[in-house]
């Protein structure tokens, strides 16, 4: 008797290990499946210049993603990354076009985006807002002012700028500088995030704000630390954007913002805070960047793209709150 009892508990071990490993690689899983199905379904998708092209293309998301990321690790969210990667664009362009050297106009972009991101996290703190209602009002601000500075028109015709635009369009030892970007950003927002105290007081202000207050941690610096960064790598992504293009336009970075959130919550990130891996939302950024071009290759509509991203949101969410559920 007590033998099979044993050999009952052993199977129950091997089922509840497997169980959690599924949820905790859940989307590693998904990712290599993805990338299977695809690659039999069209043998367009495996060849190296799709895959590089590919890259390129998640770049500009997983930049934005990884600051999303810190944001909702906090408990908070951040609507406003596509409006302020439009607005950063076109006052860069604006730069450029006005005759602003590069390592001037550059840096000043990317200044701003922290700026205003430093502006959602101030209303959040010090004004006591939201977060949804605080980036949704500067998400609606921000792109106005890009109708505004443009008069509603897209600022092209930016003149030569070599180091604008070897940061969309170059290649450094055959991969793609984007690519190139977000792998450094990746490596710091993973130093950051595990190596470091700023790292555990993210955690800890969204896993309990009210233990971390009593634990030392300044809750209202930490938030706008997070949301400055998520502005700081919207712009970035602007810059990269705004290179590929050649252009900018008031509508630019619009639905951003869906991207990045599905991108971390499809990493596993827990979209009440205090839980998540920055590798989870790199996983994230290439399982959507995978989803629309292998859907871009099959010909299938954008419209029924936004329909599986949407799908692929609200499964995420589910899993988490299936997650946290078993805890």
């Known amino acids: 008797m007590k033998t099979t009892n044993a050999a009952d508990v052993a199977r129950n071990k091997g089922g509840l290990n497997a169980a959690g490993i599924l949820k905790r690689q859940g989307a590693i899983i998904a990712l290599v499946l993805l990338v299977l199905v695809i690659g ?68 000043l972009m990317l200044i701003l985006g922290l700026g205003l991101g430093a502006i959602n996290g101030t209303l959040v703190t010090l004004g006591r807002l939201q977060p949804f209602i605080a980036t949704l009002i500067t998400m609606t601000a921000y792109r106005g002012f890009c109708l505004i500075y443009g008069g509603g028109k897209p600022i092209s015709s930016l003149g030569d700028q070599p180091l604008l635009n070897s940061v969309g369009r ?25 190596k470091t105290t700023l ?5 800890a202000v969204g896993s309990n704000s ?15 630390f997070v949301y400055g960064i998520s502005g700081l790598m919207s712009a970035l992504a602007g810059l990269v954007l705004l290179s590929r293009l050649g252009s900018a336009q008031p509508t630019l970075g619009a639905g951003y913002e869906i991207d990045a959130i599905a991108a971390t919550a499809l990493g596993g ?59």
């Open 199 to 203: 790292g555990r007081r993210i955690y």
């Open 170 to 194: 170059g290649d450094f030892a055959g991969v793609p500088i984007p690519v190139w970007i977000l792998l450094l950003i990746f490596a710091l927002f993973f130093f950051i995030l595990n």
């Open 269 to 327: 990130t827990s979209m009440s805070g205090g839980s998540g891996k920055i590798y989870g939302t790199m996983v994230g950024v290439l399982i959507i960047a995978i989803l629309s071009n292998g859907l871009n290759i099959l010909g299938v509509s954008s419209y029924y793209q936004d329909v599986v991203k949407s799908a692929v949101i609200l499964l995420a969410v589910l899993s988490d709150r299936g997650r946290r559920a078993s805890v």
């Open 40 to 107: 039999i379904a069209s043998p367009q998708f495996r060849t190296v210049s799709n895959l590089l092209s590919l890259l390129r293309q998640a770049s500009i998301n997983g930049v934005i993603a990884f600051g999303m990321t810190c944001v909702i690790l906090t408990g908070g969210i951040d609507i406003s990354v596509g409006a302020i990667l439009g607005l950063s664009a076109m006052l860069g362009a604006g730069f450029f076009k006005g005759g602003m050297p590069e390592l001037l106009a550059i840096p």
């Open 210 to 224: 009210v233990a971390a207050k009593l634990a030392g941690v300044n809750i209202g610096r930490t938030k706008l």
